[in-house]
């Protein structure tokens, strides 16, 4: 069965840390490029951070370069977000997902978790 299962969200204090954990399971883990979206009550799913299959790069969205860390272990086939200096703004559903081309390039392939609450307040 493919599926991605996200741990590690809940209530934090503004300034503190967070570290969010997806597992994946039912396809080829190292093949796939892996990212985390969040959505905030009212608002669009935005990207947050991305890393290459091989984890050789990454990137981030503007709102948290230098504060969240995204890494990965393909023998464990586990994506982590480490999260720092939290902001109530960074409150929202935390999302897991894998993605690759396939068909040479034609078709994008994704699998997105269930999500998990992070929840930054005082």
């Known amino acids: 069965q493919v599926q991605l299962v996200e741990s590690g969200g809940g209530l934090v204090q503004p300034g503190g840390s967070l570290r969010l954990s997806c597992a994946a399971s039912?396809?080829?883990?190292?093949?796939?490029?892996m990212s985390w979206y969040r959505q905030a009550p009212g608002k669009e799913r935005e990207l947050v951070a991305t890393i290459t299959n091989t984890g050789g790069s990454t990137s981030y969205a503007d709102s948290v370069k230098g504060r969240f860390t995204i890494s990965r272990d393909n023998a464990k086939n586990t994506v982590r977000l480490q999260m720092n200096s939290l902001k109530p703004d960074d409150t929202a559903v935390y999302y897991c997902?894998?993605?690759?081309?396939?068909?040479?390039?034609?078709?994008?392939?994704?699998?997105w978790g269930q999500g998990t609450l992070v929840l930054v307040s005082s």
């Open positions: 039912g396809f080829t883990f190292s093949s796939y490029a």
């Open positions: 997902n894998a993605g690759r081309y396939i068909d040479y390039g034609s078709r994008y392939l994704e699998v």
